[in-house]
């Protein structure tokens, strides 16, 4: 991603600025830089959140839909992923130029869900065998300034934190079949419990240490690095190695401990502030989106 | 196309054939120069010129990137800030903060690079400049080398990291503005 040029002299200084433990801005090796999130940003969605740190811009908006749920997973609901690039991001992703990316997130996304304890995927069952809701997660990358895949996953746990799932009952009707009755009251619902779902964290490998949340210059000096999904109980539930420099195990564990103590101080905050929005009700003043 | 060649030791000489092949040896796609613009063709290329040493490649340092109209137009570009950094206010917006450059030793038109460590207490002097000009460049404010410092010496009372967040930056970014006002 990186399309920042620098000279040999601005890389050195990156790199021995981070050996300091100050990076350009000021910043410690472990900080992410100010972050602004708002919730329920798009109002034809079941949840949304937007997320913006520094120059990167993330919407995420949730959709939950009836289907049939697969055959070797008759009770359980399904959580898909969708990713778009748009060409105002960057330059790069101009015309199709952003799909390799979007195809990218979306897999480490899928990954980072796809065990047993993120979601209660069994919560989102209907009917075993015939009907269960499937959360269609669509992401758009607005703005791309470093640091996508981390700003991602947190605009898709806020969105997640958003979601209501109207409450649903069955009954049969006079012919015998099965009938399903949405709830029209906006306010009987049922909440996606995010408490244990993956935030991704980014460790690059600069020199011969690591830092986390990496900026656009800091980006082009880095060789190697490691995407994990962590959650707040520092569970790694997905881990993936990019670039094309290569990583001593020893470094491998490092990075990964760095990961997960930042992963875990991430999530606790970003839940907490999730609340915190929460908590201000329906009369808060909303930025927006749409002007 | 080279026209002339400025020598380490600052003799100026026409450009010979060979000065032409050797010239990637000095300057690479990436490097970053401060040269004065000698003309704008009407095609939209530029002539630039680096008529002294002070010119030249630039070593350690970071570059911020703001819009031009925010850069104050003045005779001179290059700053040795007392507080301890240099700073370049390019009119093109690019702003460049290095460690204090030392006007005899250290002006060797970018021939020799030095890239040995630079201290931590440099570094901190640098970021601290570098969110300042941020403050000032998110709240549309002239970037001068008056107006650069006062933001500095108001943002003391700061951690440097703090300086990203965006009520600090107003906060600095205010008392900067009616320190300038009050002395109109």
């Keep these: ?82 990713v778009d690039c748009s060409a105002n991001a960057t330059p790069k992703f101009e015309g199709r130029g952003g799909e390799e990316f979007a195809t990218e997130i979306s897999n480490i996304l899928s990954r980072a869900y796809d065990n047993q304890g993120s979601l209660n995927l069994k919560d989102l069952c209907v009917i075993p065998k015939q009907q269960c809701w499937v959360l269609y997660v669509d992401v758009m990358v607005l703005e791309c300034g470093g640091n996508v895949f981390d700003v991602v996953s947190f605009a898709v746990k806020a969105a997640l934190h958003n979601t209501r799932i109207p409450n649903i009952t069955v009954h049969a009707d006079d012919n015998g079949r099965t009938e399903l009755e949405l709830s029209d009251d906006p306010y009987d619902c049922k909440r996606v419990d ?3 779902t993956p935030s991704i964290v980014t460790v690059s490998k600069i020199g011969h240490f690591h830092v986390v949340d990496a900026s656009m210059e800091e980006e082009a000096c880095c060789l190697a690095r490691l995407m994990l999904g962590i959650t707040e109980q520092s569970t790694v539930t997905a881990i993936k190695k990019e670039g094309s420099g290569s990583l001593d195990p020893e470094s491998i564990y490092d990075m990964m401990e760095t990961g997960k103590r930042v992963g875990q101080a991430v999530n606790a905050t970003l839940y907490q502030k999730l609340q915190e929005e929460e908590k201000l009700g329906p009369n808060k003043r909303k930025a927006g989106f749409l002007g | 196309m080279l026209s002339s060649v400025n020598l380490p030791g600052g003799e100026l000489r026409r450009r010979s054939e060979e000065d032409e092949r050797l010239m990637r040896d000095y300057l690479a796609e990436g490097d970053l120069i401060s040269a004065e613009v000698q003309q704008v063709f009407s095609d939209g290329s530029l002539s630039l010129h680096t008529r002294s040493l002070k010119y030249g490649k630039l070593s350690q340092g970071t570059l911020i990137q703001v819009s031009p109209s925010l850069v104050k137009r003045r005779k001179t570009h290059f700053h040795n800030l007392p507080c301890g950094a240099s700073i370049i206010l390019g009119n093109n917006g690019y702003i460049w903060i290095s460690p204090t450059v030392n006007e005899d030793t250290d ?62 930056m107003a906060d600095i970014v205010n008392l900067t503005e009616m320190r300038l006002e009050a002395e109109g």
């Design chain 1, 1 to 82: 991603m990186a399309e920042v040029l620098l000279s040999e002299a601005e890389r050195t200084f990156i790199v021995h600025g981070i050996q300091d433990n100050i990076r350009a801005d000021g910043r410690s090796c472990e900080d992410y830089r100010h972050m602004e999130l708002e919730t329920d940003v798009v109002s034809n969605t079941s949840g949304s959140a937007r997320i913006r740190l520094a120059n990167t811009d993330i919407l995420v908006g949730v959709k939950a839909e009836l289907a049939i749920p697969a055959s070797d997973r008759p009770d359980e609901g399904r959580i898909e992923f969708f």
């Design chain 1, 194 to 196: 995010v408490h244990k």
């Design chain 2, 107 to 168: 002006n060797t038109g970018g021939f020799v690079q030095n890239l040995e460590p630079v201290a931590s207490s440099d570094r901190d002097i640098i970021a601290r400049l570098r969110n300042c000009v941020l403050a000032l460049a998110e709240h549309k404010m002239l970037l001068f080398d008056t107006s650069v410092l006062y933001t500095y010496e108001a943002s003391s009372a700061y951690p440097v990291k703090d300086l990203l967040k965006p009520e600090v």
